[in-house]
């Protein structure tokens, strides 16, 4: 069974900058598994931020960004706001199957 | 506009069925692959499956926990999409999302499922 692994918790400074990352089981991740990443704030459904590795929708703040490192996808905060404290999902495709990371739960303290 | 509602949730016995309904508006539902992502309380989110459009087969793919039990379909003269549940255990407790897109971009507010007895 494919596993995707993102860090349980992270905590960053406001202003400061935070990446995080999700690794796959299988071995590194490629642009061919798509990377999405999401955010989900306590009682509120989520909302897409980042497609295929590091295309944004209209929506996603431009300090936002995706990409690969190191084998894994990542996101990286930038300048990081006190609204920025959520969870943040990785979804990564198998072929016809995707799945989704465990989540960080990013605390701005 | 774009529009997700899912409805049809509810309390059902462990074994029984249930069918979900997603009703889509504010794009080009028949052009649209639509996914269904579940939630179970407290915890992270599971892809469940998704359904291609009709012009590219209509095809269907699904998590290895949910494949043989739950079926993904969809009506496009009613711009709704389809999640059928059968064989249900208590592990499948969880708000469903109906999801547009295999990049799900936009999501349904959630329809939450209780299997128990």
């Known amino acids: 069974q494919t596993v995707v692994t993102q860090e349980p918790s992270l905590t960053v400074s406001p202003g400061g900058t935070v990446t995080l990352t999700c690794a796959s089981s299988t071995g590194a991740v490629t642009s061919g598994y798509y990377p999405n990443w999401f955010q989900q704030k306590p009682g509120q459904a989520p909302r897409a931020l980042i497609y295929s590795t590091s295309n944004k929708h209209s929506w996603t703040p431009a300090r936002f960004s995706g990409s690969l490192l190191g084998g894994k996808a990542a996101l990286t905060l930038s300048g990081v706001q006190p609204e920025d404290e959520a969870e943040y999902y990785c979804l990564l495709y198998y072929g016809d199957e995707g799945v989704f990371g465990g989540g960080t739960k990013l605390t701005v303290l | 506009e774009v529009q997700l509602v899912e409805s049809g949730g509810g309390l059902v016995n462990p074994g029984g069925s249930l069918r979900l309904s997603c009703a889509a508006s504010?794009?080009?539902?028949?052009?649209?692959?639509m996914s269904w992502v579940r939630q179970a309380p407290g915890k992270g989110l599971e892809w469940v499956g998704r359904?291609?459009?009709?012009?590219?087969?209509?095809?269907?793919d699904y998590a290895a926990p949910v494949k043989g039990r739950f079926t993904i379909s969809r009506d496009d003269s009613k711009n709704t999409v389809y999640l059928q549940m059968s064989s249900l255990k208590t592990e499948d407790t969880a708000v469903y999302y109906c999801?547009?897109?295999?990049?799900?971009?936009?999501w349904g507010q959630g329809i939450l499922v209780t299997v128990s007895s």
């Open positions: 359904i291609k459009s009709n012009t590219h087969g209509g095809t269907t």
């Open positions: 504010g794009f080009t539902f028949s052009n649209a692959l």
């Open positions: 999801v547009e897109g295999p990049f799900l971009p936009y």
